[in-house]
């Protein structure tokens, strides 16, 4: 078994910040009241194409996919540049996160960020133990396409791809 070397988190955040990623809006319908829940995450990727899976990591601490997670279905939307207060707006822990979000109900019955540059409407089959995350697996429903270019996070700042 691999002991564990002390690394510092600051450290392993800013090397690990060198990996440019996409920015994607996870969001879905809060349990209960119906209202649109969600965050912003730097993990989602493609996993198996046969079956169509994707993935993405979720903190152990999110106050927000525990809200998602009981109807088990969610959206992705790729935030698209020139989106950072979107990005802002659901990456805060505090206030109402969709309050300047401007987004609509998709067919998959979650919210669909506007103006994104591609929706991916899911639907949860596994959780498994990440550390102090939690690796979400999820079969595809449904993808769209969107125009433009994508947001990208890059050691610590937000672009625009183009
Ligand atoms: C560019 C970017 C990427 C992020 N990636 C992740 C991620 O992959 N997983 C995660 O749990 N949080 C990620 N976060 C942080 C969450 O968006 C943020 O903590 C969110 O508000 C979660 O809080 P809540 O679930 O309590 O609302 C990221 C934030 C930013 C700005």
Redo the contacts with the bound molecule.
Sequence with gaps: MLTAPMIDSRHFRDVMGHLP?A?VAITGLEAGTGRPAG?????FQSLSLDPPLVT????R?????PKLRPSSRFSASVLAAGQHDI?RA????HGD?FAAVDWRYSDHGTPHIRHAHAWIDCEVTHEVEGGD?VIVIAGVARLTPGAGAPLL?HRGQ?HGLF
């Design positions: 990623t920015v965050l912003v995450v730097g993990t993405f990591s979720v903190a601490s999110s106050s927000s996919w990005c659901l990456s805060t822990k996160k995350h996070f937000l």
